[in-house]
């Protein structure tokens, strides 16, 4: 059942489609923009290959069609990937959701069988277009090229790819469907938190479930449009730009007779790489320093064992202590 009394607003209101095909100053200081006032947005004319699109999507559909054995038997047979089922985490979060988790940098990808061929193929491009908006982020804030893309390019970047499958919500409480009037069939598929990576690069089937909170605090419900990627803000941008960008807050919900798809990129750097704000984000009179400098490993450390809706960049922030927050 969803929690909350925040309230709900036309879907994408507010929220900036970019495109990418304009003249590439103008996209650049839409993303800065965007990315201050929001956290997220959507980019189109993204050049993408739409058979890449396709054939990940296809793998993906057919393995979640695989019976529940099946699926859970994946770990047990050597493969480079997780399969998981409701558990969000290992702090007791759950959702209405099954994914599949790829370490992107795990050379079995690099094998010719269908599903691995696949992924590696949509990792790399999906990985170059994470790799282009950082650089036009970069050049929107007028700090030196690579100062972000260089983190995600790295041979032991600590990015992720993962799969979201939300099954149709009369598949979900025993038997209700959406016939029984005493059931709500609108629940949790992935609660609300912030994603504790760099940037994340989202693509979804034509099903909708992706809401995202804005500044007043209303969730905004993101129209799905499988030709468009959406873009967020994750927590290490915000402490490496001193807060000027946000880590937007969003979640999934299921409702529905069809299911949704997700594939999203958690574009992360390596785990010994220092992150803190840049130099040119911190001005003394006006923008004095947020945050601590870190490691990613030990933000990581920290973000994986808190729940997911717990707010994690207040303990980076200066003044606190690491060991003490």
Request: with cysteine; glycine share 8%.
């Amino acid at each position: 059942m969803v929690k909350g009394s925040q309230k709900i607003v036309a879907a994408d209101k507010g929220i900036p489609i970019i495109d990418m095909s304009q003249e590439r100053s103008r996209v650049s200081m839409q993303i800065v923009k965007a990315c201050e006032t929001l956290g997220f947005f959507k980019v189109v004319n993204h050049g993408f290959d739409r058979t890449i699109i396709s054939r990940m999507e296809k793998e993906s559909i057919n393995f979640f069609a695989k019976s529940v054995h099946e699926k859970k038997s994946v770990e047990s047979v050597n493969q480079p990937f997780r399969y998981g089922f409701r558990d969000i985490g290992l702090n007791g979060d759950s959702g209405e959701v099954e994914y599949l988790l790829f370490h992107t940098n795990d050379p079995a990808f690099r094998s010719k069988a269908s599903f691995r061929s696949a992924v590696n193929c949509y990792i790399e491009a999906v990985r170059q277009l994470a790799h282009e908006i950082l650089e036009l982020t970069a050049e929107g804030l007028g700090v030196p090229p690579h100062t972000f893309s260089r983190l995600i390019s790295s041979v032991d970047s600590d990015s992720i790819l993962r799969v979201n499958h939300y099954p149709p919500s009369d598949q979900f409480f025993g038997g209700a469907t959406l016939s029984d009037k005493s059931v709500s069939l609108t629940r949790v598929g992935f609660g609300e938190h912030t994603d504790p990576q760099i940037l994340t690069v989202l693509r979804s089937n034509g099903v909708g479930g992706l809401q995202v909170s804005n500044p007043d605090g209303m969730w905004v419900p993101v129209f799905p449009d499988p030709s468009a990627f959406c873009v967020n803000v994750g927590d290490l941008l915000q402490v490496m730009t001193n807060g000027r960008f946000i880590s937007v807050r969003h979640r999934a919900l299921t409702y529905g007779k069809e299911s949704r798809l997700s594939t999203s990129f958690f574009a992360g750097p390596p785990l010994q790489a220092m992150i803190g704000p840049l130099q040119a984000m911190v001005t003394t009179a006006n923008q004095p320093r947020l945050y601590q400098t870190f490691t990613w490993s030990e933000y990581k450390k920290l973000a994986y064992s808190l729940r997911l809706e717990d707010s994690r960049l207040d303990m980076f922030r200066t003044g606190k202590g690491l060991e003490d927050p």
